[in-house]
């Protein structure tokens, strides 16, 4: 499976950007795919994820009521709508991936097989 994600850019605080990452293939409804971010200095960080079979999505708490994970299932792509976008948001952005039924950490990046390139979203005060 391979990942390709796009999106990213420069946008001002309180701003909005819309992450896009898009599979090569979904071998089986058990799909999960997240976003992680990594900022200078920082280790990576979980961001969101969605879950294709039940539709189930779980959020960081810091991006809670900002930021929207969905999916476009015709395109087995999954969007990270981002909103009200603040300086400390700014990283690279990363989509991961995995096809088990269940993961024992969703938060841990290290349960992800599959990930894609970054893309940097920078946020300017």
């Known amino acids: 499976v391979q990942l390709q994600a796009s999106g990213g850019g420069l946008v001002q605080a309180g701003g909005s950007l819309r992450l896009s990452c898009t599979a090569s293939e979904r071998t089986s409804g058990r799909f999960w795919m997240a976003w992680f971010r990594q900022a200078p200095g920082k280790v990576r960080e979980f961001v969101a994820v969605?879950?294709?079979?039940?539709?189930?999505?779980y959020y960081a708490d810091f991006v809670k009521g900002r930021f929207t994970i969905s999916k476009d299932n015709t395109k087995n792509t999954v969007y990270l709508q981002m909103n009200n976008l603040k300086p400390e948001d700014t990283a690279v952005y990363y989509c991961a991936a995995d096809s088990r039924l269940i993961l024992s950490s969703i938060r841990n990046e290290h349960e992800y097989d599959y990930w894609g390139q970054g893309t940097q979203v920078t946020v300017s005060s």
């Open positions: 969605y879950n294709w079979s039940g539709g189930r999505t």
